[in-house]
């Protein structure tokens, strides 16, 4: 069975890429660097040829409203398009926990990725995850003496436990709207910061960074979090620590 990954060269997808050949299934690769160009649609319906199903794991990073609503409009409707011409069966899409609720920039961009596929006519699955363990590497990145972390409680899940869902619904009949999926406990994204400098050897204080207004307040107090019946997955942040540690001294 073919199965395109659309964004199959980033964090996810790379991992979705892995999770689908280890299934025994043929991963076909959708990224600019491989002649195919979500926003332009250029060689979208070539890719898909023959593909029974679609994961979609397509970002941009930006915390603007209009880039994020851009992209995924455009993006998703050539998607669906190509999809569509070349009969696939099955469009499995990753969505955010919250980001219907939360009005972060970015999840603007996501409400309407979830509006387009429910309205389209590819049939579909789209998973809702939390943020990933690795959510916090990138603001750590930046060279400064201090690591500002806004204030966020999430419920955290891997990053390769979320691949091997998609992976799992991609191969399974249309579920719609899947039950959230999230790690196994609650954390604060500035502590989850201070345990990975810890974890790399790195002695830099981290400063919790209040965002102002309701959005800070949804962010600080949960509004992230999965709500009533969901996917608890079982590997935990310290788990993910060691595993990383572990990959990074070989």
């Not at 469009?91 to 509006?115: H, M, N, P």
């Not at 060279?143 to 955290?156: C, F, N, Y």
């Not at 990053?159 to 999926?181: N, W």
């Not at 600080?220 to 990383?244: I, N, V, W, Y």
């Amino acid at each position: 069975m073919k199965i395109a990954i659309a964004g199959g060269t980033g964090l996810v997808g790379s991992k979705v890429v892995a999770k689908v050949r280890a299934a025994g299934h043929e991963p076909v690769v959708i990224a600019r660097s491989r002649g195919t160009n979500l926003i332009t649609g250029e060689g979208l319906l070539e890719a898909l040829r023959d593909c029974r199903a679609v994961i979609d794991v397509s970002n941009v990073v930006t915390t603007r409203k209009k880039v994020s609503i851009d992209f995924f409009s455009r993006a998703t409707a050539n998607l669906l398009r190509a999809a569509r011409q070349a009969d696939v069966d099955h469009l499995v899409t990753l969505s955010i926990v919250g980001c219907d609720a939360v009005d972060l920039g970015y999840y603007f961009g996501k409400r309407v990725q979830e509006e387009l596929v429910e309205a389209g006519d590819v049939p579909w699955t789209i998973l809702r995850a939390t943020q990933f363990f690795e959510f916090p590497e990138p603001l750590l990145a930046m060279k400064s003496p201090i690591a500002v972390i806004p204030r966020m409680l999430s419920q955290p899940v891997a990053a390769d436990e979320v691949a091997e869902a998609l992976t799992r619904y991609a191969t399974q009949a249309p579920a719609g709207h899947a039950p959230d999926l999230a790690g196994p406990e609650r954390l604060q994204m500035t502590d989850m910061a201070r345990r990975l400098l810890t974890a790399r050897g790195r002695h830099r204080p981290v400063l919790p960074l209040p965002i102002p207004g309701r959005l800070g307040e949804q962010l600080a107090t949960g509004a992230l979090l999965p709500q009533g019946d969901h996917t608890r997955s079982p590997k935990t942040f310290a788990q993910h620590l060691t595993e990383t540690n572990t990959t990074t001294e070989r």
